[in-house]
């Protein structure tokens, strides 16, 4: 006699999954109108469902995945969070302050320019002037500022500051850090170690890199959220045409609003 297979739970829109080692989520859910049989695995009898999931990944996000979820090996999912037992006590007082004190520092509006989220998200300390730029890019439609200040004084870090505070507040999706070939790795340090945003690097290297990975017509410009490249390799004529190919059509408002002057 043979013994039935349970099949995993199917997931529901919205839910978060792991698959093929990277994470999705859940889009749309179809059952499949063959017969149970004809499509059951190792004897589980069962509607078979093509679950089709988004990518949440910084490398990918926006590629579509479509699986058959009862025959995807390795596929999980990320349950839901239980609300906590009372019955089991209540947080200290402190800590209650603490997790309050991080809300209200997660809620800022977009329309709110008084308060400041990035330097509470960042593993630096600032000094008074540093703020200026932040405050200066919230009151402006479009952030458009030139920081000039002396060697020394923290450049790095009020431009730091400015991208996270975009970041954090949906004005800003992608950034792209243009500068000298031997300061690309102290920015890709300074933006992980003082803001914890990863940049990626875009050089020849990682071209070929990303050519043997995703194939002769990668364009390298939309392959991670944040980048860093030199002066001089932009220059060059590909990577200069595949960074035009990267902009949004001229006329569009996406394109007006990436212009810059």
Known sequence: MTASVALPAVPSPGQLVSVRQR???????????????????????????LVTLQSVEDDGRGEELQVVW?????????????????RKG?????????????????????????????????????????????VRALQMPRANLLIADDVGLGKTIEAGLVVQELILRHRART??????????????DQMRDKFGLEF???????????RRRRGLHVNPWT???????????????????????????????CSRAASTS
């Open 23 to 49: 994470r999705y989520v859940v889009s749309a859910v179809a059952a499949s109108a063959l017969a149970p049989v004809a499509l059951a695995p190792s004897g589980a009898r069962g509607p078979q469902h």
């Open 223 to 253: 392959h991670f959220p944040r980048l860093i490249t030199s002066v001089d390799f932009l220059k060059r004529e590909r990577p200069l045409r595949l960074f035009r190919e990267a902009l949004p059509p001229e006329g569009s408002p």
């Open 90 to 134: 209540f947080d200290d007082p402190r800590r209650l302050d603490a997790f309050l004190d991080a809300v209200r520092w997660g809620a800022v509006a977009s329309a709110d320019v008084t308060r400041l989220n990035a330097p509470f998200r960042s593993g630096i300390t600032i000094e008074d002037y540093q703020l200026d730029p932040v």
């Open 70 to 86: 009862e025959i995807e090996p390795g596929a999980t999912v990320f349950e839901r969070t239980q609300l906590p037992d009372p």
């Open 175 to 188: 950034v792209l850090v243009v500068c000298p070939a031997g300061l690309q790795l102290q920015w890709r």
């Open 200 to 210: 990626r690097i875009v050089d020849s290297e990682a071209m070929k890199e990303l």
